[in-house]
């Protein structure tokens, strides 16, 4: 492989990177977002809010810590080891 055709697949790859980026950090946000709006409604309709999910999970999660709460209860098919109030499917 010549050092231009390598230079050119390392710039593709940052361009790749770059874009995966962006779309890893928009839905970190709306993940974000959307537990924010559902629990500032259950706390006004005065009801639990029910995370399905574990929030735990997952390898970003990981590194960059969690997008979302556990709720008043949360459940997974594996269980939410680290939530207070847990549950697991099946």
């Given at each position: 492989?010549?050092?231009?055709?390598?230079?050119?697949?390392?710039?593709?790859?940052v361009?790749?990177?770059?874009?995966?980026?962006?779309?890893?950090?928009?839905?970190?946000?709306?993940?974000?977002?959307?537990?924010?709006?559902?629990?500032?409604?259950?706390?006004?309709?005065?009801?639990p809010?029910?995370?399905?999910?574990?929030?735990?999970?997952g390898?970003?999660?990981?590194?960059?810590?969690?997008?979302?709460?556990?709720?008043?209860?949360?459940?997974?098919?594996?269980?939410?080891?680290?939530?207070?109030?847990?549950?697991?499917?099946?």
């Amino acid at each position: 492989m010549t050092p231009l055709v390598k230079v050119a697949l390392g710039l593709c790859g940052v361009v790749l990177a770059g874009e995966a980026a962006l779309a890893f950090g928009s839905r970190r946000t709306r993940r974000r977002e959307l537990y924010a709006r559902a629990l500032s409604h259950a706390r006004r309709a005065q009801v639990p809010l029910l995370v399905v999910g574990d929030p735990d999970t997952g390898f970003v999660t990981r590194f960059f810590g969690r997008d979302y709460g556990c709720g008043d209860v949360c459940t997974d098919i594996t269980g939410c080891p680290r939530c207070p109030r847990r549950g697991r499917i099946g």
